[in-house]
Nanobody, 127 residues
Framework: QVQLVESGGGLVQAGASLRLSCSAS????????LGWFRQSPGREREFVAA????????HYADSVKGRFATSRDNAKSTVYLQMNNLKPEDTAVYYC????????????????????WGQGTQVTVST
């Protein structure tokens, strides 16, 4: 079992940066892929970014490509989401999740592939 706790959210102005952290406890953290998803009121939860178990491959939604970057430090059992040039449409609750996607690129995009979820952290971007 893996427990996940996100931190680093907040209120920022458009164009600013934030770095979210997701700290994990439990065994076998370094065997799981870590994904980031977000959900805003009235909208479905959507994929943001993911990184495989070793950190050797990353995947991003088109809406954040070039602005967001995810990384992981397996020694610290922590995954990060660096968010640059934030836009008002990035406003949402951000969740990290751990799972074992099947390996295809598309599998990382599906929340069904992730078994463990954090409680979420709010990111609000003002104009």
């Amino acid at each position: 079992q893996v427990q996940l706790v996100e931190s680093g959210g907040g209120l920022v102005q458009a164009g600013a940066s934030l770095r979210l952290s997701c700290s994990a406890s439990g065994r076998y953290f370094n065997t799981y892929a870590l994904g980031w998803f977000r959900q805003s009121p009235g909208r479905e939860r959507e994929f943001v970014a993911a990184i495989n178990w070793s950190g050797s491959s990353e995947h991003y939604a088109d809406s954040v490509k070039g602005r967001f970057a995810t990384s992981r430090d397996n020694a610290k059992s922590t995954v990060y989401l660096q968010m640059n040039n934030l836009k008002p449409e990035d406003t949402a609750v951000y969740y990290c999740a751990a799972g074992r996607p099947t390996g295809t690129t598309m599998s990382y995009f599906s929340d069904q592939q992730y078994e463990y979820w954090g409680q979420g952290t709010q990111v609000t971007v003002s104009t």
